[in-house]
């Protein structure tokens, strides 16, 4: 994967001061120069991280939800080395309860989660990391704004990281997961973000079948997920009496641009980094249009609809198309076309993907011309079997850059749309507007990063006002 802009300086923001030593800074300062040219990370080899003393690889649960369920259940049918769920954290106690039965149920002996392993709170993640060995696994699934603190703590105490996508919202964020992959590195970390369409075989043979030529040249991609939003935005009449704002904000975290990126950052990133994989490259820019017919009695932060026009270095251009409006069409799907032969992606859904190449420009089962392999992998237990496998066999396996580079570029589609401006990846790369500043010190009792206005509505985006999506 390539970066746009091989000329693009690296950002002003290499320094940080919580990164510590002399060599760590040079390690970082390494790292976003190689993003900012294009190169993958060097891999040194230190030795492997071996989780102490015995085969067994410990994991912890940080953020039980849906997909943290989901991703556990992943790893504990892993069969590469005995894997065993040790810690659970999450900062509501029923959300551990809950996903703990049912790992037991499931896994029976896989499970040794007992109470003093459960962790509750904002700043419970330490806890349950601690109760790891270096070299054991933290998963993390909580909203997308913890992914950076968590990220470091689990690099300090040398364990081997799941993340789920995205792993940044804006550009503050994922220079701070850029810097800390370098640190990763550093210690022989294995990092994988839960991008898991990278690890389905039907898009991989697709990839291939596009390095060799065989749809032609790509002139453009366009991409597609217009559904129902999966929850109301209504948030009136606002917190439950049982719940402070913060945990209601980080419970409807897809209506917080700080807490997640918004629906765009949250459900487009897949189609996004889907279309740059098989392009080979990232987009320099990104124009957007945007708005919001559905109005609420208190607004959330999201528009109902997006369409953004991507343009690659080379002119090549990337269009792409949410909507979360009921009873309007349901369309969802990726797709190219090349000079000589349009493709799919992937259509439906995340799996099967479906890939295939069919004569002409029209995209129909008729035309097909190569289809690959129908027994795809499927890919949220291919992301695993293949984090664990480098983790059992010490071989360089770090996703972290590309997965802070697809946020990125995700989030440069949504910043467009909001200002009603076009956006460079550098812009966006080196834009000061931190949606995640002091995540790292929040408390249960702590305000939430976006507080509401006077009236209890809450600050939008509105294209043309501010400099930033919301806020000067
Ligand atoms: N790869 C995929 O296809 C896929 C699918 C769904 C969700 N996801 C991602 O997984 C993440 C979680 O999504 P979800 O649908 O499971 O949401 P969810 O609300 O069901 O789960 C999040 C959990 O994290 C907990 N939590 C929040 N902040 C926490 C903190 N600071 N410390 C500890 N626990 C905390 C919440 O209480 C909740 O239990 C998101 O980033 C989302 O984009 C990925």
Known sequence: MTSPRPDSPASPTTRRTFLGTAGQMAAVAGSLATVAHGAEPAQDKPPAVQPGGSDEIRVALIGC?????????????????????????????QNIETRHKALVEQFKDKVDVPNERKFLGFEAYKQAMDALRPGDIAILTTPPAFRAPMFRYAIEKGLNVFMEKPIAVDG?????????????????LKV????MARHNSARQELFQQLRDGAAGDIITLRGYRM???????????????????????VKRFHCFLWASGGIFSDYYIHHIDEACWMKDAWPVKAEANGGRQMRAKIDDQNFDNYSVEYTFADGTKFFYFGRTIPKAESKFGLFGHGSKHAFRISSTGHHPARSAIFKGQEIDDKNTVWTADKSETQPYRQEWIDLVDAVVKNTPYNEAIRGAQASLVTAMGRFAAHTGQAVTYDEMLNCPDDLTAGVESLTDSSPPPLLANADGTYPVPYPGKYKFEYRD
């Open 172 to 188: 503050p964020s994922a220079r701070r997961i850029i810097e800390l992959s370098a640190l990763a590195d550093a210690k022989n």
């Open 227 to 249: 559904q129902p939003a999966v929850q109301g935005w209504d948030l009136f009449p606002g917190p439950p009496k049982d719940m402070t704002e913060l945990q209601w904000q």
């Open 192 to 195: 994988g973000v839960g991008l």
């Open 65 to 93: 939800g849906g997909r943290g369920a989901g991703a556990a259940a992943d790893a504990l049918s892993v069969t590469a080395a005995p894997m065993k769920m040790y810690a659970m954290c999450d900062i509501f106690p």
